[in-house]
């Protein structure tokens, strides 16, 4: 499933997706460290993971867009910029020896996707047991996922990967059966706005994630070359920003939330309106 | 729209023109997180989502930057520094199949633009539900008015040019509605050094994201080539710096003003002249 060439827009298309990728990255992962004191102590652990999740990914998108840049070179006939010729008529031809390395991807995974479960359940800060109780079935079964799909991610036989893919989706079911089912029964005792941010979060887990295996299916149902790879490439790039810097702010506003209800002192410290904005009468 | 070729000055007026954005970006970032402790919690939000917006835009001036560096060659005939020559007579010439990505600008925008907006709401600590309906209005209007200009900017055709910038213009036009208009009745209740500050904040808005539709425009009025790049380059720059560093400061500001006038204990220790600058005769 070799990318030979690009056409400008498509080399285009794929290097600023990527920048754009790394930038949120990098964003999310000092936002969250520098906003980590607005919440109560208990809930600064999820705020951390999750600050780790997004400078993980921001080393993998640094190593990705590195990686595609070296990977491609212009190729014009004769001169490019000749009479006549624009930017436009340049096209992208792979450097022969070097690869477009689609394997960050995979060890990006199976470091953020355990942790991106783990920020969900400690953000929760429920009783030891229950907390302990979710994570062993969540994260093992996380592993198993990636694990499991990346024999067919890297096998050009269409049936190779329908195994890999059906055994792949067992952890996936099995995750969703537990966030959906499982933890439900713990959100039951959380506030209202809170239990509605979590049904959120769970949501977009499960719209971001099923990027992933429709995406690993396109060679399946034929749809390959060029234009499959620069859609791979902006689906992974955009699913990542939504599953990892969206995930990690709802995360942050379910952990400020909590702390609201929580501490009576930090409710009124941080969303008391300003006395400043209630008019000049104040005493 | 290709600049193929550039004097030395040209080459080097770009060069530390965006150089100066970077530094001015990783400068204001630094600042803003160091100084964060220095306003009340209610207003640090609105200061880490500036300095979230300034180390975004160093992202992209480093990359802008690098991006240019690559695009120019020096060339001269035969040895550039040979006898009767100066550094004056080197000029640039765009490398072949290398191009100048200007595609950084509009990630960067799309990320910072409802950002500036969302740290300029922020700051006032309004009611939740008045914050929550200047935010809906303001940010989408943002996002609309970057996507819309896209299109226009990339074309080389005017009319096309013409038909996608008057779109963005209409998002434009109601965001500042909403700020010169609806923003003033929550401007009243604010104090007096505030108030005034706040309309600084509006203008400053206005002036500098003037620009960006000017520079826009110079091709629909036949100023192309190298000096209409120089003055686009330059012309953004210097915007970038006052709408995102200036900016970020004046929002730092009025948060402090804001802290001084909700808290007597903060005025106290914050603002009150210090015993050690009042004479020796501190009983």
Redesign the interface.
């Known amino acids: 499933m070799d990318v030979l060439s690009l056409t400008y827009g498509q080399f285009?298309t794929v290097?600023?997706v990527l920048?754009?990728a790394?930038?949120?990255m990098?964003?999310t992962t000092?936002?969250l460290l520098?906003?980590m004191g607005?919440v109560l102590p208990r809930y600064r652990q999820a705020i951390i993971v999750s600050a780790i999740v997004t400078l993980i990914a921001a080393y993998h998108y640094w190593r990705i867009f590195n990686s595609f840049e070296a990977a491609y070179?212009?190729?014009?006939e004769g001169?490019?910029?000749a009479e006549g010729r624009?930017?436009m008529d340049?096209t992208y031809a792979l450097v022969a020896g070097e690869g477009f390395n689609e394997g960050y991807r995979y060890v990006d995974w199976i470091l953020t996707v355990p942790l991106l479960l783990f920020e969900a359940i400690a953000v929760l800060a429920l009783a030891p047991l229950v907390r302990r109780g979710l994570m062993l079935k969540l994260i093992p079964a996380a592993i198993a996922m990636i694990v499991l799909g990346y024999p067919g991610e890297i096998s050009a036989d269409t049936t190779t990967k329908a195994i890999w893919g059906a055994l792949s989706t067992i952890p996936f079911l099995f995750i969703l059966y537990v966030l959906f089912a499982e933890l439900s029964k713990s959100m039951r005792t959380q506030p209202e706005q809170v239990r509605k941010d979590l049904n959120g979060l769970r949501w977009l887990l499960l719209a971001t994630w099923g990027v992933y295996p429709i995406s690993y299916m396109f060679p399946m149902f034929g749809f390959d070359g060029p234009d499959a790879f620069v859609w791979r490439q902006v689906g992974y790039s955009i699913a990542d920003v939504l599953a990892k810097c969206w995930f990690g702010l709802l995360i942050y506003k379910i952990a400020r939330e909590k702390s609201r209800y929580d501490s009576p002192q930090f409710a009124e410290?941080?969303?008391?309106?300003?006395?400043?904005?209630?008019?000049?009468d104040?005493a």
């Open positions: 285009q290097y600023n920048s754009f790394l930038a949120s990098i964003a000092v936002f520098a906003a607005r070179v212009a190729v014009g001169d490019p910029l624009t930017i340049v410290d941080e969303f008391k309106e300003a006395p400043s904005s209630m008019g000049g104040r």
